[in-house]
């Protein structure tokens, strides 16, 4: 896959929005470990850069999904991840489903105002006990008439705390834990009020600060069957089409690792020891040269696995090696730069140390690297599939 000027004129624009609108706030956000979903939302709505891959009538864009693939891969570029993640789950990670499966009046209830940043949203799978595990979640969507009551907790959940409403995934009936499951829209607030039924924990992190998370609790919580996307028992297999472009988005913004390793390169050149610049010593530039390649290797299976999932083809073995590479890789690069950056790097206000705590997570959320290899495998006939 190859980017047309189209893609870059957008990559420019949100590159752009991002050093505008986004990195002078990021330490405060950071510091209040939250930053203004709302207000920066309708922002990026007004721009069009929320609904890239969405139909038009909604709001979207209507462009494919490489374009979207391209607005993560600029906005990755962002000096505090937790703000490019809670954008993410807008775009690619709460939606998707609902854009693909959900029906008209659906999406017209809640994907246009999603693109259009009226409100923010959130992605409920993971569980405190059912996390990469998605077949053996708890929560349940009892049906009585027309509703659905709704009982279960659950973790992990990116805008949290500010969220409008949650794609929740949830068992639906008995049976197959691949077929008992629905994706339903619900909603978190009325009127501006925390909806009756559901509370909600903030949740202290290692990283990602300025990203809100939290548990969610859902207490006999009634919304109607009209709010399920798709089909009864069809929630397992969407939830798992909508992770392909969960994976690929965050893999997309770990691309921007390599501003990282522009930075360290500079800061070493003018670190002097031992009367010559650090940059000089052989080790630290092969090392450079080395993690550079290892990108440009991540950035062609990223766009690569994007080219097929356009096509319509088949990606979940490719979007999971593209998560499995970003996730081991993001780690790397923070680590060798904190390395080379010595105590300056060690420091809480470097950028190298924030990327150090925030690119942690890739290797667990979404999906821990255990389980892309497990489906590596899979996809590989190495394992069986009931295994």
Known sequence: MLYTAEHHELMASIRRFVANEIDPFVDEWEANEIFPAHALFKKMGQLGFLGISKPEAYGGLGLDFSYALAAAEAIGHAKAQGVSMGVGVQTNMATPALAAFGSDALRQEFLAPAIAGDVVCSIGVSEQGAGSDVSSLKTTARRDGDDYIINGSKMWITNGTQADWICL?????????????????????????????????????????????????????????????????????????????????????????????????????????FGRPLLDNQ??????????????????????????????????????????????????????????????????????????????????GGGADEVMMMVIARKMGLMDFSA
């Open 283 to 364: 080790f630290i530039q092969y090392k450079l040269a080395e993690l550079k390649t290892e990108i440009e290797a991540l950035r062609s299976l990223v766009y690569r696995a994007t080219a097929a999932y356009v096509q319509g083809e088949d990606v979940i073995e490719l979007a999971s090696m593209a998560k499995l590479k970003a996730g081991r890789l993001g780690r790397e690069v923070a680590d060798w730069c904190m390395q080379f950056q010595g105590g300056m790097g060690y420091t809480w206000e470097n950028r190298v140390s924030r990327a150090y705590r925030d690119y942690r997570l890739g290797s667990i």
């Open 169 to 273: 995934l949830a068992n639906t009936s008995e049976g197959s834990p691949h077929k008992n499951k629905s994706l339903i829209i619900v909603p978190l607030k009325e009127q501006g009020q925390r909806a009756k039924g559901i509370s909600v924990q903030k949740i202290k992190k290692f990283g990602m600060w300025s990203s809100d998370t939290a548990q969610i609790f859902f207490d006999d919580v009634r919304v109607p069957v009209r709010h399920r996307i798709g089909e009864e028992g069809m929630g397992f297999i969407y939830q798992m089409k909508q992770f392909q472009e969960e994976r690929l988005d965050g893999a997309a913004r770990r691309l921007a690792s390599m501003e990282l390793i522009q930075e360290t390169a500079d800061y070493l050149r003018q670190r002097i020891a």
